[in-house]
């Protein structure tokens, strides 16, 4: 199989389920996967599966917080030291497996997560609480991830040719570094954990993937596809637990090569922190991947084209998913002359969405992922009635779930809390600015810079955002969220990460290292 054998990549098509058929397939889905409900997952290590003890992680529907999705195992401290270690010994065995045989691997996985899709989404949709339109999109980015990476190590497989020297002979080749641990978030449980996963495992690394405990169940779904892909057991470890626990013991295990992270901040910088310690018996510098948070702007500038437009692209990116994006929009710089306006179609639409179980797909709101997460949430809510005005919500809205109210507030001023930190919730502080100079200053007064957007129709104010605006990902004249593979390579500068630019070209070089090779020619 060589790259120029396959047909060009394109982003798998998202299904309308106003159409009955969808509907149904999609009812049909949810109602299989409710009869699989309270199963128990074994860890894989070494490429046997391992019950685990007393400790059980237990996952719930965030929607009906009483309904159980699965009962995952706790790993203790020596079972992640076995998991490293096996890693360690199936490594030389899976990097000689030829570039092509991964790739293969790799589209044979996205096949099978299309054939899968529905019952994908059930899970997404049961485990993370996306609705339904969330939940094919997070499948879909699963498999664009996949049917890309494939293919982008097709092409590193057979790098462009070095200059030639006279009688040398000059190549370079990519190899892969080791063993990998990958820690992915669970706001895309699904997506993030396969592309993250795929694009270790197809350049010849082997793994321990330790899932969000959140969502350990999409994850161990996830690992059916790998086996059913033909990615050899030994080559990925799955290991469930609290992060917390067992994260350090992976990060700083000698034998652990890099480190591939989505997550907090927090919990980022402190990898960063610990994988930077050579540790006893180590022979490499760890790298470190890794991707973190947001405290997303959207400027609405005077010169807009279409203030309906602007304001369905800010409801979009600051409440779909509840807000718990790391692309979510929840900062809102309005300039001076249109503030008032804008808020006044703004809010109407915030309180116009429909919210509960996210199972129902009449509801565009479901509940955030978490008792502790609606905690924060609200905590930070009473912050903002402090710091600014609250227009709208804010409040729980009815049901057992995590459900939230999305809550829009004006008068929040650069230095408040809610204009600085990340809530990963349905909150949106609305910040006011003199002219476009002071809304790009306010923009990029943030310790984060992962995505923006800019709402404008002059040409001189969207060079100068383009130049000036400080984040890994711009949209003009859209909304901030949704990046597609292979069209929005997706990653973020300062403290929102190390700009790996997942879904692009660039990304599959961070699970390699180039070996140049001169030979003299006799
Ligand atoms: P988190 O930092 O709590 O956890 C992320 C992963 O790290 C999980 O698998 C967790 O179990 C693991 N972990 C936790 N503590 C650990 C430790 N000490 N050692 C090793 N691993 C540990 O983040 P989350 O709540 O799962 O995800 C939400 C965050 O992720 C938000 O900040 C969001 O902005 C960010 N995010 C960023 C991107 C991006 O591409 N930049 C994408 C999605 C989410």
Redesign the pocket.
């Known amino acids: 199989m060589s790259l120029a054998s396959l047909p060009p990549f394109a982003n798998e098509p998202y299904r309308d389920f106003s159409l009955p058929e969808n509907r149904e397939a999609m009812e049909r889905a949810l109602a299989r996967v409710r009869a699989d409900l309270g199963r128990q997952y074994p860890l894989l290590i070494a490429g046997l599966h391992e019950p685990g003890g007393i400790h059980k992680l237990l996952s719930y529907n965030p929607s009906y917080p009483a309904e159980l999705i699965g009962v995952h195992q706790k790993a203790s401290a020596d079972q992640a030291t076995r998991a490293i270690e096996a890693a360690y010994h199936y490594f030389p065995i899976w990097a000689a497996v030829p570039a092509e045989d991964r790739a293969a691997r790799a589209l044979r996985a996205a096949h099978i997560l299309r054939q899968r899709k529905d019952e994908f989404n059930a899970w997404l949709i049961l485990e993370s609480g996306k609705n339904w339109n969330e939940a094919e999109a997070d499948t879909a980015e699963a498999i664009d991830f996949c049917d890309y990476y494939a293919r982008q190590m097709l092409r590193l497989a057979s790098p462009g040719p070095l200059l030639q020297l006279p009688g040398e002979l000059g190549v370079l080749t990519y190899i892969p570094l080791g063993v990998g641990v990958i ?6 449980p699904l997506a ?1 954990l396969a592309g993250m996963t795929i694009a270790a495992l197809v350049t010849g690394n082997t793994v321990v993937l ?5 969502t350990p169940t999409i994850a161990a779904k996830f690992i059916e596809v790998l086996l059913e892909a033909g990615f050899p057991p030994e080559s990925f470890q799955f290991l469930t637990g ?3 626990e067992v ?2 013991l ?2 700083s295990h000698p034998k652990t090569r890099f480190i591939s ?8 910088l ?2 960063n922190e610990l994988a930077a310690k050579t540790q006893p018996r180590q022979k490499w510098i760890k790298r470190v991947v890794a ?4 405290k997303d702007a959207i400027l609405v500038d005077r010169e807009v084209h279409d203030l309906d437009a602007a304001a369905a692209g800010v409801i979009a990116s600051a409440f779909g998913f509840q807000g718990q ?2 692309s979510a929009c929840s900062r809102l710089i309005l300039d001076e002359p249109l503030h008032d306006a804008f808020l006044a179609k703004l809010i109407p639409l915030a309180e116009a969405l429909t919210q509960g179980p996210a199972d129902d797909p009449a509801h565009f709101l479901g509940p955030v992922i978490s008792q502790r997460a609606e905690k924060t949430i609200l905590s930070y809510i009473e912050t903002g009635k402090q710091e600014g005005a609250l227009l709208t919500g804010g409040h729980k809205a009815p049901g057992d779930g995590y459900f939230i109210r999305p809550a829009i507030f004006s008068g929040i001023e650069h230095n408040h809390r809610l204009f600085q930190e ?1 809530i ?1 919730g349905p909150v949106l502080a609305v910040t006011r600015a003199r002219d476009f100079d002071d809304a790009l200053r306010l923009a990029n007064d943030s310790d984060y810079g ?1 995505t923006g957007a800019v709402y404008t129709t002059n040409p001189e104010k969207i060079a100068r955002a383009r130049a000036e605006f400080h984040v890994g990902n711009l949209y003009i004249n859209r909304k901030c969220t949704g990046a597609m593979v292979g069209a929005h390579p ?3 500068f300062n403290l ?2 190390t700009d790996s630019k ?1 879904g692009g070209p660039d990304y599959l070089l961070q699970f390699l290292q180039a070996k140049s090779i001169a030979q003299k020619l006799l």
């Open positions: 820690l992915p978030p669970w706001n895309f993030i330790k899932p969000s405990s959140e609290a992060g917390s994260g350090d992976l990060v992270f989505t997550g907090s901040k927090e919990v980022g402190h990898i991707e973190m948070g947001g994006k790391c990340e990963f992962l997706f990653g973020g929102s990460g997942a």
